[in-house]
């Protein structure tokens, strides 16, 4: 967690890439076509490192070059020390963070799981379960943490909503947000084995927030909503730096609507979402990787929650595929070993979105008009 005294902790991110949808888009933002775009998805500058022993976190701001706006982006501040516990070894610790999370040490959770890129250009399902990215950098939370004998892992805390005003200063725009009443309170438990060049993880995340919807609380009432959920992940490190991951997660998502119904956003009194997504990636000798990537959604159908749905439902499944290079990952960089750069190609290819696999949109849209072929480049400084 130390910083070097004589580096200066700061980093830079740039992705761009060149996106193509199987048909035309009608509804993408100014100065893009409805296809073939080439575009900036982003521009990153980090601040990150430690002070002394115990104290460390990095944040992130970023430049989206779809919308042309800087916004604070992911932050994670940490407190942490080691102590003996009973004979055991224990990482105490506690993080200031602005997305349930992103704190996590696993690429199973939302935080950081795959696709670990993508584009605001390429279209794809309207429903996500909160805890996906509804109260990503529009929330502060502060959780504390247990990491015993690198085996157990158990975490809790809460989140709140920031301010109109303050989300306004930070570039995210309040009225793409829903804000939380008082606390809404994170758990999280997992275990982890280790042995030779392996570890699986096993665990289980939950969010649970009371929410006024688009921030409107003229209904004197909150909506409930309740994430539950599972994940696992395995990994294999070979000598010849070759890796072998795979990750899953499954979320259900309870709905009380009560407030939704006030505002007619929503028909239902209750509702259903559930969603699980698994990943699994080859990387030989840490240059060339594959990863594929599958995803189902399901849930209940209300005809004003989705109404943008033909069907009035949220269920939506399909497929994602990565190939990519990395030439530049170390010491033989032509800019030195600080500079990385990754290139890859995506496709995604989609069974139902919104609801249906043809006409979903009530338009003559179908699913497989919004298959995604996207060339990306990824360079870190």
């Known amino acids: 967690m130390r910083t070097n005294k004589k580096s200066l902790p700061l980093s830079m991110m740039a992705i761009a890439s060149y996106l193509r949808t199987a048909e035309q888009q009608d509804d993408l933002a100014p100065d893009f076509s409805t296809n073939d775009n080439v575009s900036l998805d982003e521009l990153s500058l980090f601040l990150a490192g430690g002070v002394g022993n115990h104290v460390g976190g990095f944040v992130q701001g970023t430049y989206d070059g779809v919308d042309e706006s800087w916004a604070l982006d992911n932050v994670d501040l940490r407190v942490a020390a080691t102590a003996t516990v ?4 224990v990482v105490l610790g506690a993080s200031l963070n602005n997305s349930p999370t992103v704190q996590d040490i696993w690429n199973s959770l939302p935080g950081f799981g795959y696709p670990y890129t993508d584009s605001a250009l390429a279209p794809g399902p309207s429903a996500a379960p909160v805890i996906a990215d509804s109260f990503a950098q529009n929330t502060i939370g502060l959780t504390g943490y247990a990491w015993i004998n690198s085996s157990v892992y158990i975490e809790a805390g ?5 301010s109109a005003s303050v989300l306004d200063n930070l570039g995210v725009d309040p009225g793409e947000t829903m804000k939380i009443k008082g606390v809404a ?18 665990g289980a995340f ?7 919807p688009e921030r409107d609380t003229t209904a004197g009432v909150t909506d409930r909503i309740t994430d539950l ?5 395995y990994q294999l490190f070979r000598a ?13 998502e309870s709905q009380r609507l009560p407030a939704s119904q006030f505002l007619v956003l929503a028909a239902n009194a209750k509702n259903t979402l559930q969603d699980i997504r698994i990943d699994a990636s080859y990387y030989w000798q840490n240059k060339f990787g594959l990863t594929a ?3 189902n959604s399901w849930g209940s159908s209300d005809p004003q929650l989705y109404s943008y749905s033909r069907t009035f439902s949220p269920n939506s499944s399909g497929l994602l595929f990565q190939i990519d290079a990395t030439p530049f990952g170390g010491s033989n960089s032509p800019l030195g070993p ?7 190609a995506q496709y995604i290819t989609y069974f139902r979105i919104d609801g249906a696999s043809n006409n979903f949109d009530g338009f003559g849209r179908d699913a497989s008009d919004n298959n995604t072929f996207r060339i990306f480049g990824w360079t870190v400084y």
């Open 240 to 252: 010849n730096k070759d890796v072998f991951t795979i990750n899953g997660r499954y979320t259900h």
């Open 158 to 162: 809460g989140y709140r909503s920031l």
């Open 185 to 202: 309170p994170y758990a999280r438990i997992a275990y982890q084995k280790n042995w030779g060049d392996q570890n699986i993880e096993v």
């Open 293 to 295: 990537g599958a995803f």
């Open 86 to 89: 009973k004979g055991a070894n």
């Open 229 to 233: 959920g599972i994940d696992a992940s």
């Open 206 to 212: 939950g969010l649970f927030s009371h929410v006024f």
């Open 338 to 344: 600080r500079f990385n750069l990754r290139v890859g």
